[in-house]
Protein backbone atom coordinates (compact mmCIF):
# COMPACT_ATOMS: atom_id res chain seq x y z
CA UNK A 1 0.00 0.00 0.00
CA UNK A 2 1.28 3.47 -1.31
CA UNK A 3 1.97 6.12 2.33
CA UNK A 4 -0.85 8.55 2.24
CA UNK A 5 1.06 11.57 1.34
CA UNK A 6 1.79 10.60 -1.77
CA UNK A 7 -1.32 9.17 -2.69
CA UNK A 8 -3.12 12.36 -2.60
CA UNK A 9 -0.18 13.65 -4.53
CA UNK A 10 -1.06 11.39 -7.54
CA UNK A 11 -4.95 13.37 -8.12
CA UNK A 12 -3.03 16.68 -7.94
CA UNK A 13 -0.17 14.57 -11.41
CA UNK A 14 -3.33 13.69 -12.99
CA UNK A 15 -5.57 17.15 -12.85
CA UNK A 16 -2.08 18.78 -14.05
CA UNK A 17 -1.59 16.20 -16.70
CA UNK A 18 -4.31 16.58 -18.19
CA UNK A 19 -4.54 20.14 -18.49
CA UNK A 20 -0.88 20.02 -20.17
CA UNK A 21 -2.36 17.71 -22.38
CA UNK A 22 -5.37 20.15 -23.66
CA UNK A 23 -2.23 22.78 -24.32
CA UNK A 24 -0.89 20.13 -26.92
CA UNK A 25 2.64 19.08 -24.11
CA UNK A 26 3.07 15.82 -25.37
CA UNK A 27 5.97 15.05 -23.45
CA UNK A 28 7.42 16.23 -20.10
CA UNK A 29 10.41 16.11 -17.83
CA UNK A 30 10.19 15.51 -13.93
CA UNK A 31 11.82 18.65 -13.15
CA UNK A 32 9.20 20.77 -15.40
CA UNK A 33 6.34 19.47 -13.06
CA UNK A 34 8.01 19.79 -10.20
CA UNK A 35 8.51 23.60 -11.12
CA UNK A 36 4.50 23.60 -12.00
CA UNK A 37 3.45 22.13 -8.96
CA UNK A 38 5.81 23.46 -6.56
CA UNK A 39 7.11 20.27 -5.75
CA UNK A 40 10.80 19.27 -4.66
CA UNK A 41 12.49 17.74 -8.19
CA UNK A 42 13.62 14.38 -6.01
CA UNK A 43 9.87 14.05 -4.88
CA UNK A 44 8.46 14.13 -7.96
CA UNK A 45 10.98 11.42 -9.24
CA UNK A 46 10.05 9.03 -6.93
CA UNK A 47 6.07 9.56 -6.95
CA UNK A 48 7.02 9.03 -10.98
CA UNK A 49 8.71 5.68 -9.91
CA UNK A 50 5.38 4.40 -8.34
CA UNK A 51 4.02 4.39 -12.02
CA UNK A 52 5.30 1.80 -14.52
CA UNK A 53 6.35 4.38 -16.87
CA UNK A 54 9.82 5.29 -17.16
CA UNK A 55 11.04 8.73 -18.41
CA UNK A 56 13.82 8.81 -21.30
CA UNK A 57 16.61 10.75 -20.68
CA UNK A 58 17.04 14.29 -21.57
CA UNK A 59 13.13 14.32 -23.18
CA UNK A 60 11.01 13.10 -20.42
CA UNK A 61 7.78 10.83 -19.94
CA UNK A 62 5.42 10.35 -22.24
CA UNK A 63 2.00 12.63 -21.45
CA UNK A 64 -0.20 10.52 -22.24
CA UNK A 65 0.89 7.05 -20.95
CA UNK A 66 1.46 8.92 -17.66
CA UNK A 67 -2.26 9.85 -17.59
CA UNK A 68 -3.50 6.07 -18.37
CA UNK A 69 -1.37 4.75 -15.75
CA UNK A 70 -2.15 7.03 -13.30
CA UNK A 71 -6.05 6.64 -14.19
CA UNK A 72 -5.42 3.05 -13.55
CA UNK A 73 -3.69 3.47 -9.94
CA UNK A 74 -6.26 5.31 -8.81
CA UNK A 75 -9.01 3.29 -9.80
CA UNK A 76 -10.16 6.09 -12.43
CA UNK A 77 -11.77 3.66 -14.73
CA UNK A 78 -14.26 2.37 -12.12
CA UNK A 79 -17.05 4.20 -12.12
CA UNK A 80 -17.94 3.84 -8.58
CA UNK A 81 -21.98 5.15 -7.00
CA UNK A 82 -22.25 7.65 -4.23
CA UNK A 83 -25.15 8.74 -2.35
CA UNK A 84 -25.01 12.20 -0.53
CA UNK A 85 -27.04 13.44 2.66
CA UNK A 86 -27.65 16.56 3.43
CA UNK A 87 -28.47 18.17 0.20
CA UNK A 88 -28.03 22.17 1.66
CA UNK A 89 -25.26 24.37 0.73
CA UNK A 90 -22.65 22.47 0.84
CA UNK A 91 -24.44 18.93 -0.36
CA UNK A 92 -25.96 21.07 -3.31
CA UNK A 93 -22.48 22.46 -4.72
CA UNK A 94 -20.95 18.76 -4.59
CA UNK A 95 -24.01 17.57 -6.53
CA UNK A 96 -23.91 20.32 -9.08
CA UNK A 97 -20.02 19.41 -9.87
CA UNK A 98 -19.39 18.21 -12.87
CA UNK A 99 -16.20 17.39 -11.90
CA UNK A 100 -16.37 14.29 -9.88
CA UNK A 101 -17.09 11.81 -12.55
CA UNK A 102 -13.17 12.16 -13.93
CA UNK A 103 -12.33 10.80 -10.77
CA UNK A 104 -13.91 7.75 -10.79
CA UNK A 105 -17.06 9.01 -8.66
CA UNK A 106 -20.95 9.11 -10.02
CA UNK A 107 -23.15 10.98 -7.09
CA UNK A 108 -25.78 9.25 -8.24
CA UNK A 109 -28.75 10.27 -5.17
CA UNK A 110 -29.16 12.78 -2.63
CA UNK A 111 -31.03 12.05 0.49
CA UNK A 112 -32.46 15.17 2.90
CA UNK A 113 -34.54 15.18 6.16
CA UNK A 114 -36.41 18.74 4.96
CA UNK A 115 -39.63 18.01 3.11
CA UNK A 116 -39.14 20.88 0.53
CA UNK A 117 -35.97 19.44 -0.98
CA UNK A 118 -37.57 15.72 -1.10
CA UNK A 119 -38.76 14.49 -4.53
CA UNK A 120 -37.17 17.81 -6.12
CA UNK A 121 -33.33 17.30 -8.35
CA UNK A 122 -30.21 18.88 -7.69
CA UNK A 123 -27.42 19.03 -10.71
CA UNK A 124 -30.18 17.05 -12.29
CA UNK A 125 -29.76 13.82 -9.33
CA UNK A 126 -33.13 13.23 -7.47
CA UNK A 127 -33.17 13.82 -3.88
CA UNK A 128 -35.11 11.13 -2.00
CA UNK A 129 -35.75 10.64 2.00
CA UNK A 130 -33.96 9.03 4.11
CA UNK A 131 -36.29 5.89 4.85
CA UNK A 132 -35.51 4.75 0.82
CA UNK A 133 -31.52 4.98 2.10
CA UNK A 134 -31.68 1.00 2.49
CA UNK A 135 -33.23 0.30 -1.09
CA UNK A 136 -31.27 2.78 -3.06
CA UNK A 137 -27.65 1.75 -1.68
CA UNK A 138 -28.72 -2.03 -2.52
CA UNK A 139 -30.36 -1.62 -5.69
CA UNK A 140 -27.38 0.52 -6.93
CA UNK A 141 -23.92 -1.30 -5.77
CA UNK A 142 -23.73 2.22 -4.10
CA UNK A 143 -20.12 1.90 -1.83
CA UNK A 144 -19.48 5.50 -0.65
CA UNK A 145 -21.41 7.81 1.28
CA UNK A 146 -21.14 11.89 1.86
CA UNK A 147 -22.28 13.27 4.69
CA UNK A 148 -23.08 17.20 4.86
CA UNK A 149 -25.38 17.77 7.14
CA UNK A 150 -24.96 19.87 10.24
CA UNK A 151 -22.60 18.64 12.94
CA UNK A 152 -25.16 17.05 15.73
CA UNK A 153 -26.96 15.20 12.80
CA UNK A 154 -23.74 13.66 11.47
CA UNK A 155 -23.44 10.46 13.62
CA UNK A 156 -26.88 9.33 13.60
CA UNK A 157 -26.66 9.59 9.50
CA UNK A 158 -23.42 7.48 9.67
CA UNK A 159 -25.01 5.28 11.43
CA UNK A 160 -27.76 4.89 8.88
CA UNK A 161 -24.87 4.74 6.11
CA UNK A 162 -23.22 1.78 7.80
CA UNK A 163 -26.25 0.08 8.05
CA UNK A 164 -27.03 0.49 4.77
CA UNK A 165 -24.52 -1.19 3.84
CA UNK A 166 -21.98 1.55 3.18
CA UNK A 167 -18.42 0.92 2.80
CA UNK A 168 -16.63 4.20 2.89
CA UNK A 169 -17.75 8.03 4.29
CA UNK A 170 -16.49 10.99 2.84
CA UNK A 171 -17.62 13.52 6.23
CA UNK A 172 -17.57 17.25 5.93
CA UNK A 173 -19.19 17.49 8.91
CA UNK A 174 -17.00 19.21 11.66
CA UNK A 175 -16.97 16.04 14.23
CA UNK A 176 -15.14 12.57 14.30
CA UNK A 177 -17.31 9.58 13.24
CA UNK A 178 -17.03 6.47 14.97
CA UNK A 179 -17.49 3.44 12.70
CA UNK A 180 -16.83 -0.48 12.85
CA UNK A 181 -13.63 -1.01 11.76
CA UNK A 182 -14.05 -2.50 8.25
CA UNK A 183 -15.31 1.42 7.35
CA UNK A 184 -13.21 3.93 5.53
CA UNK A 185 -14.02 7.62 6.40
CA UNK A 186 -12.38 10.10 5.14
CA UNK A 187 -12.46 13.73 6.81
CA UNK A 188 -12.74 16.62 5.18
CA UNK A 189 -12.58 19.84 7.71
CA UNK A 190 -12.29 22.43 5.29
CA UNK A 191 -12.56 25.17 8.12
CA UNK A 192 -8.75 23.43 9.49
CA UNK A 193 -7.55 23.60 6.21
CA UNK A 194 -8.23 27.84 6.36
CA UNK A 195 -6.53 27.55 9.76
CA UNK A 196 -3.87 26.41 8.30
CA UNK A 197 -3.66 29.37 5.78
CA UNK A 198 -4.43 32.00 8.22
CA UNK A 199 -1.81 30.99 10.36
CA UNK A 200 0.76 30.75 7.60
CA UNK A 201 -0.23 34.24 7.21
CA UNK A 202 0.11 35.49 11.19
CA UNK A 203 3.86 34.12 10.84
CA UNK A 204 4.78 35.67 7.91
CA UNK A 205 3.13 39.15 8.91
CA UNK A 206 5.25 38.45 12.19
CA UNK A 207 8.61 38.60 10.47
CA UNK B 1 7.60 27.41 12.98
CA UNK B 2 5.18 24.32 13.42
CA UNK B 3 5.27 21.39 10.85
CA UNK B 4 2.21 21.28 8.74
CA UNK B 5 0.89 18.05 9.59
CA UNK B 6 0.68 19.04 13.32
CA UNK B 7 -0.52 22.57 12.54
CA UNK B 8 -3.19 20.95 10.35
CA UNK B 9 -3.99 18.61 13.76
CA UNK B 10 -4.90 21.52 16.06
CA UNK B 11 -7.78 22.99 14.43
CA UNK B 12 -9.79 19.45 15.00
CA UNK B 13 -8.22 19.57 18.50
CA UNK B 14 -10.03 22.73 18.44
CA UNK B 15 -13.33 21.54 17.23
CA UNK B 16 -13.47 18.40 19.17
CA UNK B 17 -12.28 20.13 22.58
CA UNK B 18 -15.13 22.56 21.75
CA UNK B 19 -17.30 20.35 21.43
CA UNK B 20 -16.18 18.17 24.42
CA UNK B 21 -17.03 21.61 26.37
CA UNK B 22 -20.51 21.58 24.78
CA UNK B 23 -21.47 18.50 26.38
CA UNK B 24 -19.73 19.44 29.91
CA UNK B 25 -15.75 17.65 29.72
CA UNK B 26 -14.16 20.20 32.05
CA UNK B 27 -11.08 17.93 32.06
CA UNK B 28 -9.65 15.57 29.85
CA UNK B 29 -6.42 12.75 29.26
CA UNK B 30 -4.53 13.03 26.65
CA UNK B 31 -5.57 9.24 25.35
CA UNK B 32 -9.56 9.95 25.43
CA UNK B 33 -8.67 12.54 22.88
CA UNK B 34 -6.17 9.86 21.14
CA UNK B 35 -8.94 7.77 21.17
CA UNK B 36 -12.34 9.72 20.00
CA UNK B 37 -9.81 11.63 17.00
CA UNK B 38 -8.54 7.91 16.04
CA UNK B 39 -4.67 9.48 16.22
CA UNK B 40 -1.73 7.90 18.01
CA UNK B 41 -1.89 8.82 21.54
CA UNK B 42 2.14 9.48 21.26
CA UNK B 43 1.30 11.93 18.56
CA UNK B 44 -1.25 13.69 21.11
CA UNK B 45 0.85 14.11 23.58
CA UNK B 46 3.33 15.20 21.27
CA UNK B 47 1.08 17.91 20.06
CA UNK B 48 -0.40 18.81 23.24
CA UNK B 49 3.45 19.53 24.34
CA UNK B 50 3.68 22.25 21.26
CA UNK B 51 0.82 24.17 23.87
CA UNK B 52 1.68 25.83 27.00
CA UNK B 53 -0.76 24.10 28.39
CA UNK B 54 0.39 21.22 30.76
CA UNK B 55 -2.16 18.41 31.85
CA UNK B 56 -2.20 16.86 35.46
CA UNK B 57 -1.09 13.06 36.24
CA UNK B 58 -3.88 10.79 36.13
CA UNK B 59 -6.42 13.68 35.94
CA UNK B 60 -5.72 15.37 32.12
CA UNK B 61 -6.02 18.66 30.47
CA UNK B 62 -8.08 21.64 32.21
CA UNK B 63 -10.50 22.30 28.76
CA UNK B 64 -10.68 25.43 28.97
CA UNK B 65 -7.05 26.29 28.92
CA UNK B 66 -6.68 24.27 26.05
CA UNK B 67 -9.25 26.15 23.86
CA UNK B 68 -7.77 29.29 25.21
CA UNK B 69 -4.22 28.74 24.08
CA UNK B 70 -5.18 26.59 20.79
CA UNK B 71 -7.11 30.03 19.82
CA UNK B 72 -4.44 32.19 20.73
CA UNK B 73 -1.73 29.83 18.69
CA UNK B 74 -4.07 29.96 15.71
CA UNK B 75 -5.10 33.36 15.98
CA UNK B 76 -8.60 33.03 15.57
CA UNK B 77 -9.42 36.18 18.51
CA UNK B 78 -7.99 38.26 15.81
CA UNK B 79 -10.93 38.05 12.79
CA UNK B 80 -9.28 38.56 9.34
CA UNK B 81 -11.50 40.02 6.34
CA UNK B 82 -11.47 37.70 3.00
CA UNK B 83 -13.02 38.10 0.19
CA UNK B 84 -14.78 35.47 -2.08
CA UNK B 85 -14.22 35.72 -6.04
CA UNK B 86 -16.97 33.15 -8.19
CA UNK B 87 -20.42 33.13 -6.06
CA UNK B 88 -21.38 30.47 -8.09
CA UNK B 89 -22.05 26.71 -5.90
CA UNK B 90 -19.01 26.59 -4.17
CA UNK B 91 -18.66 30.04 -3.74
CA UNK B 92 -21.86 30.53 -2.21
CA UNK B 93 -21.91 27.37 -0.04
CA UNK B 94 -18.50 29.09 1.49
CA UNK B 95 -20.32 32.72 2.16
CA UNK B 96 -23.23 30.80 3.72
CA UNK B 97 -21.06 29.22 6.30
CA UNK B 98 -21.40 30.55 9.47
CA UNK B 99 -18.82 28.37 10.86
CA UNK B 100 -15.57 30.33 9.57
CA UNK B 101 -16.28 33.48 12.29
CA UNK B 102 -15.20 30.85 14.99
CA UNK B 103 -11.86 30.13 12.89
CA UNK B 104 -11.07 33.91 12.83
CA UNK B 105 -12.36 34.20 9.10
CA UNK B 106 -14.75 37.07 7.80
CA UNK B 107 -15.77 36.77 4.75
CA UNK B 108 -16.89 40.01 3.95
CA UNK B 109 -17.64 40.52 0.37
CA UNK B 110 -18.14 38.44 -2.90
CA UNK B 111 -17.10 38.93 -6.41
CA UNK B 112 -18.34 37.83 -9.78
CA UNK B 113 -18.98 38.57 -13.25
CA UNK B 114 -22.32 37.37 -13.82
CA UNK B 115 -24.37 40.59 -13.94
CA UNK B 116 -27.18 38.52 -12.33
CA UNK B 117 -25.22 37.78 -9.32
CA UNK B 118 -23.45 41.34 -9.15
CA UNK B 119 -25.99 43.82 -6.48
CA UNK B 120 -27.31 40.63 -5.00
CA UNK B 121 -26.53 39.03 -1.77
CA UNK B 122 -25.46 35.85 -0.58
CA UNK B 123 -25.53 34.77 2.71
CA UNK B 124 -26.08 38.26 3.76
CA UNK B 125 -22.53 38.84 2.05
CA UNK B 126 -22.61 41.42 -0.79
CA UNK B 127 -21.82 40.70 -4.26
CA UNK B 128 -19.91 43.63 -6.59
CA UNK B 129 -17.95 43.41 -10.10
CA UNK B 130 -14.55 42.96 -9.86
CA UNK B 131 -13.90 46.33 -11.10
CA UNK B 132 -14.83 47.11 -6.93
CA UNK B 133 -12.30 44.86 -5.57
CA UNK B 134 -9.05 47.31 -5.36
CA UNK B 135 -10.92 49.84 -2.97
CA UNK B 136 -12.93 46.90 -1.38
CA UNK B 137 -9.52 45.28 -0.80
CA UNK B 138 -7.87 48.27 0.44
CA UNK B 139 -10.57 50.45 2.53
CA UNK B 140 -10.96 47.56 4.31
CA UNK B 141 -7.41 45.59 4.87
CA UNK B 142 -8.33 42.37 3.18
CA UNK B 143 -5.63 39.45 3.66
CA UNK B 144 -6.80 36.74 2.06
CA UNK B 145 -8.58 35.98 -1.22
CA UNK B 146 -11.19 32.64 -1.78
CA UNK B 147 -11.02 31.72 -5.25
CA UNK B 148 -13.98 29.43 -6.38
CA UNK B 149 -14.19 30.54 -10.31
CA UNK B 150 -13.66 27.69 -13.19
CA UNK B 151 -10.49 26.53 -13.40
CA UNK B 152 -9.34 28.58 -16.66
CA UNK B 153 -10.30 31.89 -14.77
CA UNK B 154 -8.13 31.40 -11.77
CA UNK B 155 -4.70 32.47 -12.69
CA UNK B 156 -6.54 35.80 -13.73
CA UNK B 157 -8.32 35.92 -10.87
CA UNK B 158 -4.83 35.48 -8.49
CA UNK B 159 -3.36 38.11 -10.61
CA UNK B 160 -6.20 40.65 -10.05
CA UNK B 161 -5.99 39.32 -6.32
CA UNK B 162 -2.52 39.65 -5.63
CA UNK B 163 -2.78 43.59 -7.61
CA UNK B 164 -5.36 44.19 -5.11
CA UNK B 165 -2.78 43.67 -2.66
CA UNK B 166 -4.02 40.39 -1.19
CA UNK B 167 -1.44 38.51 0.62
CA UNK B 168 -2.62 34.89 0.98
CA UNK B 169 -4.86 33.25 -1.41
CA UNK B 170 -7.06 29.93 -0.48
CA UNK B 171 -7.16 28.31 -4.10
CA UNK B 172 -10.44 25.90 -4.92
CA UNK B 173 -9.72 25.42 -8.69
CA UNK B 174 -8.11 22.55 -9.60
CA UNK B 175 -5.19 24.28 -10.97
CA UNK B 176 -1.86 25.33 -10.16
CA UNK B 177 -1.91 29.32 -9.31
CA UNK B 178 1.58 30.93 -10.52
CA UNK B 179 2.38 33.48 -7.74
CA UNK B 180 5.44 35.99 -6.37
CA UNK B 181 7.47 34.73 -3.46
CA UNK B 182 5.75 36.67 -0.74
CA UNK B 183 2.28 35.19 -1.40
CA UNK B 184 0.57 32.42 0.43
CA UNK B 185 -1.39 29.57 -1.90
CA UNK B 186 -3.23 27.09 -0.13
CA UNK B 187 -5.18 24.75 -2.80
CA UNK B 188 -7.74 23.02 -1.67
CA UNK B 189 -8.49 20.20 -3.86
CA UNK B 190 -11.54 18.36 -2.99
CA UNK B 191 -11.39 15.70 -5.58
CA UNK B 192 -7.90 15.08 -4.65
CA UNK B 193 -9.04 14.20 -1.35
CA UNK B 194 -11.92 12.08 -2.66
CA UNK B 195 -9.16 10.02 -5.28
CA UNK B 196 -7.73 9.15 -1.84
CA UNK B 197 -11.01 7.76 -0.12
CA UNK B 198 -12.33 5.36 -3.32
CA UNK B 199 -8.31 4.26 -3.34
CA UNK B 200 -8.47 3.26 0.44
CA UNK B 201 -12.21 1.78 -0.69
CA UNK B 202 -10.06 -0.56 -3.94
CA UNK B 203 -7.53 -1.47 -2.23
CA UNK B 204 -9.65 -2.71 0.74
CA UNK B 205 -12.01 -5.25 -2.08
CA UNK B 206 -9.14 -6.32 -3.25
CA UNK B 207 -7.55 -7.72 -0.24
N1 LIG C 1 -20.99 25.32 3.58
C1 LIG C 1 -19.69 25.26 3.77
O1 LIG C 1 -18.92 25.93 3.10
C2 LIG C 1 -19.11 24.39 4.84
C3 LIG C 1 -17.80 24.59 5.17
C4 LIG C 1 -17.25 23.79 6.13
C5 LIG C 1 -18.02 22.82 6.76
N2 LIG C 1 -19.31 22.65 6.45
C6 LIG C 1 -20.05 21.60 7.11
O2 LIG C 1 -20.84 20.89 6.14
C7 LIG C 1 -22.10 20.54 6.70
C8 LIG C 1 -23.19 21.12 5.82
O3 LIG C 1 -23.08 22.51 5.79
P1 LIG C 1 -24.09 23.42 4.94
O4 LIG C 1 -23.51 24.78 4.93
O5 LIG C 1 -24.38 22.77 3.66
O6 LIG C 1 -25.40 23.34 5.86
P2 LIG C 1 -26.94 23.53 5.44
O7 LIG C 1 -27.69 23.82 6.66
O8 LIG C 1 -27.01 24.45 4.29
O9 LIG C 1 -27.37 22.06 4.89
C9 LIG C 1 -27.62 20.98 5.74
C10 LIG C 1 -28.67 20.08 5.09
O10 LIG C 1 -28.77 18.88 5.86
C11 LIG C 1 -30.13 18.55 6.01
N3 LIG C 1 -30.28 17.72 7.20
C12 LIG C 1 -30.20 18.10 8.49
N4 LIG C 1 -30.31 17.02 9.29
C13 LIG C 1 -30.46 15.94 8.48
C14 LIG C 1 -30.63 14.55 8.71
N5 LIG C 1 -30.66 14.03 9.96
N6 LIG C 1 -30.77 13.73 7.67
C15 LIG C 1 -30.74 14.22 6.40
N7 LIG C 1 -30.58 15.55 6.10
C16 LIG C 1 -30.44 16.38 7.14
C17 LIG C 1 -30.86 19.87 6.08
O11 LIG C 1 -32.22 19.73 5.75
C18 LIG C 1 -30.06 20.72 5.08
O12 LIG C 1 -30.58 20.62 3.78
C19 LIG C 1 -22.11 21.09 8.12
O13 LIG C 1 -21.75 20.07 9.01
C20 LIG C 1 -21.04 22.16 8.11
O14 LIG C 1 -20.45 22.33 9.37
C21 LIG C 1 -19.88 23.43 5.49
N1 LIG D 1 -18.80 22.64 -6.53
C1 LIG D 1 -17.97 21.78 -6.00
O1 LIG D 1 -18.34 20.95 -5.19
C2 LIG D 1 -16.51 21.78 -6.41
C3 LIG D 1 -15.76 20.68 -6.06
C4 LIG D 1 -14.45 20.67 -6.42
C5 LIG D 1 -13.90 21.75 -7.10
N2 LIG D 1 -14.64 22.80 -7.45
C6 LIG D 1 -14.00 23.91 -8.16
O2 LIG D 1 -14.44 25.14 -7.60
C7 LIG D 1 -14.62 26.10 -8.63
C8 LIG D 1 -16.05 26.62 -8.59
O3 LIG D 1 -16.94 25.55 -8.82
P1 LIG D 1 -18.53 25.77 -8.84
O4 LIG D 1 -19.11 24.41 -8.85
O5 LIG D 1 -18.91 26.72 -7.76
O6 LIG D 1 -18.70 26.50 -10.25
P2 LIG D 1 -19.88 27.47 -10.73
O7 LIG D 1 -19.85 27.49 -12.20
O8 LIG D 1 -21.13 27.12 -10.02
O9 LIG D 1 -19.41 28.92 -10.18
C9 LIG D 1 -18.40 29.69 -10.77
C10 LIG D 1 -18.70 31.17 -10.57
O10 LIG D 1 -17.56 31.92 -10.98
C11 LIG D 1 -18.02 33.04 -11.73
N3 LIG D 1 -16.92 33.46 -12.61
C12 LIG D 1 -16.46 32.84 -13.73
N4 LIG D 1 -15.40 33.52 -14.21
C13 LIG D 1 -15.19 34.56 -13.37
C14 LIG D 1 -14.24 35.63 -13.35
N5 LIG D 1 -13.28 35.74 -14.27
N6 LIG D 1 -14.31 36.54 -12.36
C15 LIG D 1 -15.28 36.45 -11.40
N7 LIG D 1 -16.20 35.46 -11.38
C16 LIG D 1 -16.16 34.54 -12.35
C17 LIG D 1 -19.25 32.55 -12.46
O11 LIG D 1 -20.07 33.63 -12.82
C18 LIG D 1 -19.89 31.64 -11.40
O12 LIG D 1 -20.78 32.35 -10.57
C19 LIG D 1 -14.25 25.41 -9.94
O13 LIG D 1 -12.92 25.70 -10.27
C20 LIG D 1 -14.38 23.94 -9.63
O14 LIG D 1 -13.51 23.15 -10.40
C21 LIG D 1 -15.94 22.84 -7.13
Redesign the interface.
Known sequence: ?MP?PA??R???YF??LV?QQEQGVRIISSSRIAE???LHPVQVRKDMALTRVSGKPRTGFDVQALIDELAR????N?L?NAVVVGCG??G???L??R??Q????NLMAGFDSNPELIGSRVGDVPIYALDELDSIVHENHV??GVITVP?DHAQDVCDRLVGAGI??I?NFA???LFVPA?I?V?N??????????????????LR
Open positions: NQLRLPQGYQDLNMLDYNKHLSALNYGFGYGLQIRKAWPTHDIQENIAASLSVLSKRLSDQQ
